[in-house]
Each structure stands twice: as C-alpha cells, then as structure tokens.
C-alpha cells in the first residue's frame, strides 16, 4: 500500500483554522469522518487523546503525528492540514508546529497499510522535504510530491559502510507502534550513516518485531541502543554495552545516543538469572538508591490507594470503623478493611519484594516479599521492611555464585525450586532470629525519642523536613523525606508526616501564587503555567514547579526551599499530626490537630515563597 493511497486530496486541509492543540485534533478527525474513514469521530478522538496522554506526538521540527488504532476507523487513512502561521503542539523542542498528520488505523485486519505509515515518518525526518510541503500551493501538488518521494525510497539504499569494525544495534518501540517508532529507527539510520557507523534497527511496531536482532548480531555488536517507551525483550543483551532511553531521544538526538554507545564506559546490560562477569560469577545490578526506588516507586499505589481509603474511613470519625466504638459506620469498617487491613499492609512486603527484585531479577521478588511479609507482622515496620529487600536481594545473588558450580543440566530447577526455597528459607530465619526484634526496639525507641522532644526541637526537624521536599521536586531527597514520614506513620507518630506533605505542596502552590500577583516577572507561558500550579499544590504534586526551577534555578529553588520549611516547621509548631500517608486538600479533613491551622501554615509556606521569587525575580520582556 502506497501513502498516497491513504492520503488524498479529500483528507486534507491546507490552511486550518485552528488555533489550539485541540482545535487541531478536532478539526483534522472531522475531516477524516467526512472522508468516510472514520465511523464514531468521538470515539476516535477519545483513542488520539489517549495516545497524547502518554507522550506527545508533536515530534519537533514543525511536525506533529497525531495516530491512534481503534475500532472506531473504518478503513486506513491519513489526514494532513497546515497552519502557516504555527500552533503549540507541546511539541519536543517546544517550537509551534506547521504540518499535521493524523493517522487512522483500523484494529485487526490486514497490517500492510503500517508499513506505509513507517514510510510517511521517515519522509518526514527530511527538511527539504518538509520545507516542500509547507510551500505547497495545491492538494494536487503535495499527492505528487508524496509519489516522488516513495519512489525515490524505493531505489535501493547502499547500506553505511563501517569504520574500525564499529557496528551498533537498535531497538525503537512506542505504545501505539505507528509513528515514533519507525521515526527513531530511521533518524538512528540516517545519522550512522553520517558517521560512518554500521547500524541495525528492530522495530516493535503494531505489526510487531520487523527486522529482528539475531543472537550472531547482538554478539558481534559494539553496543545497543534500546529506545522504547514500552518494554521489550532485555535478557538477549546480557553482557553487552546498553544505552537505554525514551523513544523520543533517538527521534530528537541520535548522534549523542550513537556516540554514547560507542563510548567504552557505556553502561554493561546484566540480565536474570544468566548474567555472568568474565570469570563466570554472578553480577549484581548496583546502586542502592535505583534499587530503593525500584521498591518505593512500586509501593506507592499501595500507599496512596489504601491511603486515601483509610482517610475516607476517618470522615465517618476516628473510630467509626471499630464495632464497638458508638460512632461505628458499616461503610467506614468497608473503607478500613479494604485500604488499611489489604492494601497498605501490603505495604511492606512489596517495598521489599520489588527491592530484592532489582538487586537479583525475579528469584529475588518471592524471598523479598516473605522477608517483607515478616518484617510487617513481626513489628519492624517499614524499616524492617527496607533491610528484608537488600537481604534478600543479596542473600540470593550469594546463591547464584553458589549455585554456579553446580552441573549444567541442574540449571533448569534454579528459579523454579533453587533460588526460591533457600532464599526464602535464609531470608526468614535472619529476619525472625536477628533482624526484627532489634529493629522493632529501634522503632519503639525513635518514637519515644519524638514524643519526647521539646517544642523547639520538633519545629527544626519540621523545617528540614519541609525544605527537603523542596530541594529537588520528587528526586532522591524529596524521597527520603516522604519515606522517613511514611516510617513514622508505621511507628505511630503522625507529626512529621504532616510537616513533609505540607513542604511538598508548597512549591507548586507558591509559584502559582507568584505568577499570578507578579505577572511582570513571567512569560505567559509561565503564566499559563502557573495555573495548572494551583491544581498540583492543591493534589500534592510537587514535580509541578520543576518547569520554573528549570528555567530559573538560582532565584526558584532557595524560594521554594525556604517556604517548604515555614511551612513544615509551622504544622510542628501547631501540633498537626497526619495519619493518612498521602497529601493534598484530600487529606485535610482527618488531620488530628486544627484543619485550620494546617491550612495556615501551607498557606504562609506558599506565600513566602511567592514573595520571595516576586521580589526576586527581574521583570521580563515577551
């Protein structure tokens, strides 16, 4: 199937009069429904607003490839529209777009009209060929140009001859495998064939893998290049340099990625269970904060799922969930069985499970999660649950180079019985036998120390603590502190929760506050911004005022930092105590202390910090 049979002079529109990103979309789906190749235009709508939902597809360079696949086509078809004047696509370098493609496919049928799909995203990674496009006078015109350049791709292309024996592998994948994967394939293509250097790609698109990496190539191979946003096989590189990165990368900077994985020091991939250094013992993956995030970023639904259920129960009052409390409501004991007595007393076991998995690959997960498990029910709590992961993780990297010994045709019933009863059963007799009772004193012991300590003392650590959540904006520190409050949560003291959850909302609302009273001082952009700002404080989302501290880090950070601590210090200094392990306006309500005066005190944090980037700030010039 050729391009120009799916795009015709009926599926385009060579001056839209839309003005806004979705304008766009609805303008070129109408067109598509009026062309006959679109049944329910809503329905297909809904399904191009998913894809935008996980990533742009306004890919740069004036280009913007709105796709979806979805029952709601009825035959396969492009619609094309122009805008000379540009319109904000939110496109990857954060320039207007010019010229639209809006895919339609179909689910199921037959696959070929993709692979002329693949075709249009290379064409366009041409700027001469863009630039054509954009002066075209007629629908006429751009159908011949379209016909020129297929036939032009057909003559035979003279593969990249390389230099010094280098030879690179790719793998390029997006959600929908329709437009961003072929993109990157052919932009990785087009710059090693600058450079000189010998390239394959692998696509995992729609129509699945095409051009399929062989276990001779990935052996022979210098690096390997794995720009997906979804995943795909890993375990075939083991041993090999990886450089893995988002599938947008490759499409926006394919000389850097080429020339990072041609570099010796590039990253070493090491799979599960078959990974091996060159004297043929296991090698663990290193790093203790990925493997710590790896737990806590899994842990988190749990958390904030069973979180935001118990805090539901609490509405109905504090004890309305116990029986024989007089204030018992059936739907709130519903709320706290299911959030506080499921979800959040997974808590701890996933932690753990998910960091023995990053450390060992799966044969770590089961032993973390029974270490876990344990840690949980014996009343080590959180931190119980933190040393159960690494233990296991590690106790069962010891067993692989144990085990390595052991003759070959024992390697099948590693995973499957090996790895799992002598993990689990060393990883539960430390736990219980050396582990839990010392960790559970210590978590006895720092709640006694918190309880006791004098007013002054617990403004400070709610200063830090606050401040914390500012300094990088759901980056490692910010981390620490949401998991230190989650630990307290375990060990009974709700204070300093609530002096990290008011720090957290902090900056976002504290930035909306200054954009909106010091608009001399922003772009409208930033302005624009700043609304949005309102409505991630106000949900406890810290990461909104990451764009401001982007653009203006010397005069934004120490703003938001010394507002997040007024505010943590604040609630200390108003005796709120959090219970609920999550934050926004959602938890207000069953704060223990004044609802009012945790307000306050985000409030006057947030306010600081707009004063402070206000006044800061010098006045800018659009």
Same mark, same amino acid.
Not at 31 to 56: C, H, M, N, P, Y
Not at 240 to 245: G, S, W
């Given at each position: 199937?050729?391009?120009?049979?799916?795009?015709?002079?009926?599926?385009?529109?060579?001056?839209?009069? +839309?003005?806004?990103? &979705?304008?766009?979309?609805?303008?070129?789906?109408?067109?598509?429904?009026?062309?006959?190749?679109?049944?329910?235009?809503?329905?297909?709508?809904?399904?191009?607003?998913?894809?935008?939902?996980?990533?742009?597809?306004?890919?740069?360079? #004036?280009?913007?490839?709105?796709? =979806?696949?979805?029952?709601?086509?009825?035959?396969?078809?492009?619609?094309?529209?122009?805008?000379?004047?540009?319109?904000?696509?939110?496109?990857?370098?954060?320039?207007?777009?010019?010229?639209?493609?809006?895919?339609?496919?179909?689910?199921?049928?037959?696959?070929?009209?993709?692979?002329?799909?693949?075709?249009?995203?290379?064409?366009?990674?041409?700027?001469?060929?863009?630039?054509?496009?954009?002066?075209?006078?007629?629908?006429?015109?751009?159908?011949?140009?379209?016909?020129?350049?297929?036939?032009?791709?057909?003559?035979?292309?003279?593969?990249?001859?390389?230099?010094? #024996?280098? %030879?690179?592998?790719?793998?390029?994948?997006?959600?929908?495998?329709?437009?961003?994967?072929?993109?990157?394939? $052919?932009?990785?293509?087009?710059?090693?064939?600058?450079?000189?250097?010998?390239?394959?790609?692998?696509?995992?698109?729609?129509?699945?893998?095409?051009?399929?990496?062989?276990?001779?190539?990935?052996?022979?191979?210098?690096?390997?290049?794995?720009? =997906?946003?979804?995943?795909?096989?890993?375990?075939?590189?083991?041993?090999?340099?990886?450089?893995?990165?988002?599938?947008?990368?490759?499409?926006?900077?394919?000389?850097?990625?080429?020339?990072?994985?041609?570099?010796?020091?590039?990253?070493?991939?090491?799979?599960?269970?078959?990974?091996?250094?060159?004297?043929?013992?296991?090698?663990?993956?290193?790093?203790?904060?990925?493997?710590?995030?790896?737990?806590?970023?899994?842990?988190?639904?749990?958390?904030?799922?069973?979180?935001?259920?118990?805090?539901?129960?609490?509405?109905? #009052?504090?004890?309305?969930?116990?029986?024989? $409390?007089?204030?018992?409501?059936?739907?709130? %004991?519903?709320?706290?069985?299911? /959030?506080?007595?499921?979800?959040?007393?997974?808590?701890?076991?996933?932690?753990? !499970?998910?960091?023995?998995?990053?450390?060992?690959?799966?044969?770590? *997960?089961?032993?973390?999660?029974?270490?876990?498990?344990?840690?949980?029910?014996?009343?080590? &709590?959180?931190?119980?649950?933190?040393?159960?992961?690494?233990?296991?993780?590690?106790?069962?990297?010891?067993?692989?180079?144990?085990?390595?010994?052991?003759?070959?045709?024992?390697? /099948?019933?590693?995973?499957?019985?090996?790895?799992?009863?002598?993990?689990?059963?060393?990883?539960?007799?430390?736990?219980?036998?050396?582990?839990?009772?010392?960790?559970?004193?210590?978590?006895?012991?720092?709640?006694?120390?918190?309880?006791?300590? &004098?007013?002054?003392?617990?403004?400070?650590?709610? !200063?830090?603590?606050?401040?914390?959540?500012?300094?990088?904006?759901?980056?490692?520190?910010?981390?620490?502190?949401?998991?230190?409050?989650?630990?307290?949560?375990?060990?009974?003291?709700?204070?300093?929760?609530?002096?990290?959850?008011?720090?957290?909302?902090?900056?976002?609302?504290?930035?909306?506050?200054?954009?909106?009273? *010091?608009?001399?001082?922003?772009?409208?952009?930033?302005?624009?911004?700043?609304?949005?700002?309102?409505?991630?404080?106000?949900?406890?989302?810290?990461?909104?005022?990451?764009?401001?501290?982007?653009?203006?880090?010397?005069?934004?950070?120490?703003?938001?930092?010394?507002?997040?601590?007024?505010?943590?210090?604040?609630?200390?200094?108003?005796?709120? #105590?959090?219970?609920?392990?999550?934050?926004?306006?959602?938890?207000?309500?069953?704060?223990? /202390?004044?609802?009012?005066?945790?307000?306050? +005190?985000?409030?006057?944090?947030?306010?600081?910090?707009?004063?402070?980037?206000?006044?800061?700030?010098?006045?800018?010039?659009?």
């Amino acid at each position: 199937m050729k391009i120009t049979d799916l795009l015709t002079n009926e599926t385009m529109i060579l001056a839209l009069q +839309a003005k806004t990103k &979705g304008e766009v979309i609805d303008e070129l789906a109408e067109k598509l429904a009026e062309a006959g190749a679109v049944s329910d235009v809503e329905a297909f709508k809904r399904a191009i607003w998913a894809r935008e939902q996980q990533s742009t597809t306004g890919v740069g360079d #004036g280009v913007a490839i709105p796709h =979806a696949k979805t029952a709601a086509v009825k035959r396969p078809a492009v619609a094309f529209g122009r805008s000379a004047e540009g319109i904000d696509y939110e496109s990857l370098d954060g320039k207007p777009s010019h010229l639209f493609f809006m895919i339609a496919a179909p689910e199921g049928g037959e696959q070929t009209h993709l692979e002329a799909l693949a075709r249009l995203s290379s064409m366009l990674m041409d700027a001469s060929f863009r630039a054509q496009l954009e002066t075209a006078s007629s629908e006429e015109e751009i159908v011949r140009l379209f016909a020129e350049k297929e036939s032009e791709q057909e003559a035979p292309r003279q593969a990249a001859r390389a230099e010094n #024996g280098r %030879k690179v592998l790719a793998v390029t994948a997006c959600p929908t495998g329709i437009a961003h994967t072929y993109m990157a394939a $052919d932009a990785l293509k087009a710059k090693a064939a600058e450079m000189g250097v010998t390239i394959k790609v692998e696509t995992n698109g729609s129509d699945g893998v095409k051009n399929e990496l062989t276990a001779k190539e990935i052996e022979e191979a210098t690096a390997i290049i794995v720009a =997906a946003d979804k995943q795909v096989e890993m375990d075939r590189f083991d041993g090999k340099h990886v450089i893995q990165v988002p599938v947008a990368r490759a499409i926006r900077e394919p000389e850097k990625l080429i020339e990072q994985a041609l570099r010796q020091d590039a990253p070493i991939y090491r799979a599960s269970g078959a990974a091996r250094d060159s004297v043929g013992a296991a090698k663990p993956r290193i790093g203790f904060y990925k493997h710590l995030m790896n737990g806590v970023s899994n842990m988190l639904p749990f958390v904030v799922g069973g979180g935001i259920l118990i805090a539901l129960s609490f509405t109905f #009052g504090i004890k309305a969930f116990d029986p024989n $409390d007089p204030s018992y409501h059936p739907f709130a %004991k519903l709320l706290m069985d299911i /959030g506080g007595g499921n979800a959040f007393a997974l808590m701890v076991p996933v932690l753990a !499970a998910f960091i023995a998995m990053s450390i060992a690959d799966r044969p770590g *997960f089961a032993p973390g999660m029974v270490g876990g498990f344990l840690a949980a029910n014996g009343g080590a &709590g959180f931190l119980g649950g933190l040393i159960a992961g690494f233990l296991a993780g590690y106790l069962v990297v010891g067993l692989r180079n144990l085990f390595s010994r052991l003759p070959q045709s024992l390697e /099948g019933i590693k995973p499957v019985l090996l790895y799992p009863v002598f993990g689990i059963f060393l990883t539960g007799v430390i736990m219980m036998y050396v582990v839990i009772d010392p960790v559970k004193a210590l978590n006895e012991g720092l709640k006694h120390w918190l309880s006791g300590m &004098g007013t002054a003392n617990l403004v400070l650590l709610g !200063a830090v603590l606050g401040g914390m959540m500012a300094v990088d904006m759901g980056g490692p520190i910010n981390k620490a502190a949401y998991t230190f409050g989650l630990a307290m949560i375990e060990a009974g003291n709700f204070a300093p929760h609530a002096a990290i959850m008011a720090g957290g909302m902090v900056p976002p609302l504290g930035l909306a506050l200054a954009t909106t009273f *010091f608009k001399k001082k922003f772009t409208k952009a930033e302005r624009e911004a700043g609304k949005t700002c309102y409505i991630m404080g106000a949900s406890f989302i810290t990461e909104g005022a990451i764009p401001f501290a982007a653009a203006d880090p010397v005069r934004v950070i120490p703003s938001i930092i010394v507002g997040s601590a007024v505010a943590g210090a604040l609630t200390m200094w108003f005796h709120i #105590g959090l219970p609920a392990p999550h934050g926004g306006i959602f938890v207000i309500p069953i704060v223990k /202390g004044s609802a009012w005066l945790y307000i306050l +005190a985000i409030l006057i944090g947030s306010i600081v910090t707009a004063l402070m980037v206000g006044l800061w700030k010098k006045e800018v010039e659009e």
